[in-house]
Each structure stands twice: as structure tokens, then as C-alpha cells.
């Protein structure tokens, strides 16, 4: 159990072209997904979380307006990087959280989505 | 700002080893705790989480926490070369955030 999917796996665009990741929570319901983004041989750095049905809640420095999360069911979330530039290649990494009720706190990750803009 | 601190290794291992992974947190009132291993060029996986002093065994792992000193280890018993990877500490926050730690590189060398 506990499966998330990602998609696509890897993107190569070009500069000033959005794109958009797909984050699913395959086999229980995610009242909460987030956004991670991993630069190499760095940790993650959370970038948003996002609640179902309301507005994503974005870390300090995380430009909103650049990274649009939309989580419109409680399966499905989407991290779109718009007019994408260089320094946004990295790895992002989505996670969802079971629903509250009886569940823990953890956290299961997607596969990641490696982000290439020439 | 809360904090996780892991050595950043590489913590070198012989095959069959017992590696030991430390962490530690800065915020007294964190509840949650967890151990994610990382293999290059994927995404974290959960290796176990833990909630109360004390130990917590789950196959080869066993998870350690000692919230009055802050404190939270991860022991891997019988270490194979499979298990050489990146292990990163989390910390449960406010909101269902996590906190990670920079992470540990682990080789185990057969």
C-alpha cells in the first residue's frame, strides 16, 4: 500500500517553457501532498504543501507565481514551473499523507520528476 | 528554525556489520520521527518511524529515539552492499511537515 506516482519520470525543455508534474496517490486518498525539490548532493527542500480543495501554502523564498500547485482531488496534485529557467533544473519530489482519521503522520514519496531546462 | 543534524558521512561499513546512524533535533516538542534511505538518483523510501522512547525493531533496522536528549539512531544489523545509500532523518512538525537532516552516507564494502 501507500503507492505515489509521478509523472513524467524526466522533462528536458527548453528556457522559458512551463511544465507541469503530475503527483498520484495510487491506492489511499491524500488530504495532503507536498513539493520537494532536491539539488545534487543536497537534502530535500520543501517547497509547498498542498491540501486538497484550498490553496497550496508556500515555503519562504518559493516563489508562488513561478511554481503553481493545484490539488484539486484527493488524489491528484500538479507542480507546474512556469517560463522555466536554468537554475529550475533539479529533482522535484512530490509526498502524500494518509488521510487523518486513526492514520500517522508519514509521509510516502513519488519517484521524483528530474527537471532538464537548456 | 527548527534543526536536524546528521554526520554527513561516509559512514564505511564492512559486510555484516552493524552500522550505526545518528541524528539529532532541536525542537524538544517534536513528536514524530522517521528514517528515509535514498539510493543516488531516486526518491526517499521510509525505512521506519518511531513515536516513543525507547527501541523499535523492524526486520535488520531497528529505530532508537531518546526525546530527552534529542536524540534519534538508526541500526542496520547483518549490513549488505545493497544497503549503501543516503539515510536521511526527518522530524514531524506543525502543519505534517518534516524537517530532514542533511543525511548520512552509508558504504558498506563486501
Known amino acids: 500500500g501507500a503507492v505515489v506516482s509521478q509523472h513524467p519520470s524526466r522533462v528536458i525543455c527548453k528556457s522559458g517553457t512551463s511544465v507541469k508534474i503530475e503527483c498520484r496517490s495510487l491506492?489511499?486518498?491524500?488530504?495532503?501532498m507536498f513539493w520537494y525539490r532536491q539539488f545534487p548532493k543536497q537534502s530535500l527542500m520543501l517547497m509547498a504543501t498542498?491540501?486538497?480543495?484550498?490553496?497550496?501554502?508556500?515555503e519562504q523564498g518559493v516563489e508562488k507565481d513561478k511554481f503553481l500547485i493545484n490539488h484539486a482531488s484527493l488524489t491528484l496534485s500538479t507542480l507546474t514551473v512556469t517560463s522555466a529557467h536554468p537554475e529550475d533544473s533539479s529533482f522535484y519530489i512530490c509526498s502524500a499523507r494518509d488521510r487523518p482519521s486513526g492514520a500517522t503522520d508519514t509521509q510516502y514519496f513519488g519517484p521524483g520528476t528530474r527537471l532538464t531546462v537548456l | 528554525q527548527k534543526e536536524v543534524e546528521q554526520n554527513s558521512g561516509p559512514l564505511s561499513v564492512p559486510e555484516g556489520a552493524i552500522a550505526s546512524l545518528n541524528c539529532t533535533y532541536s525542537d524538544r516538542g517534536s513528536q514524530s520521527f522517521f528514517w528515509y534511505r535514498q539510493y543516488s538518483g531516486k526518491s526517499p523510501e521510509l525505512i521506519m518511524s518511531?513515536?516513543?522512547?525507547g527501541d523499535k525493531e523492524d526486520g535488520r533496522f531497528t529505530a532508537q529515539l531518546n526525546k530527552a536528549s534529542q536524540y534519534v539512531s538508526l541500526l542496520i544489523r547483518d549490513s549488505q552492499p545493497s544497503d549503501s545509500a543516503t539515510y536521511l532523518c526527518?522530524?514531524?512538525?506543525?502543519?505534517?511537515?518534516?524537517?530532514f537532516g542533511a543525511g548520512t552516507i552509508l558504504r558498506v564494502k563486501s
Open positions: 491506492d489511499f486518498q491524500a488530504t495532503t
Open positions: 518511531i513515536y516513543s522512547n
Open positions: 526527518a522530524v514531524g512538525e506543525y502543519g505534517n511537515k518534516l524537517v
Open positions: 498542498s491540501n486538497e480543495g484550498s490553496k497550496a501554502t508556500y
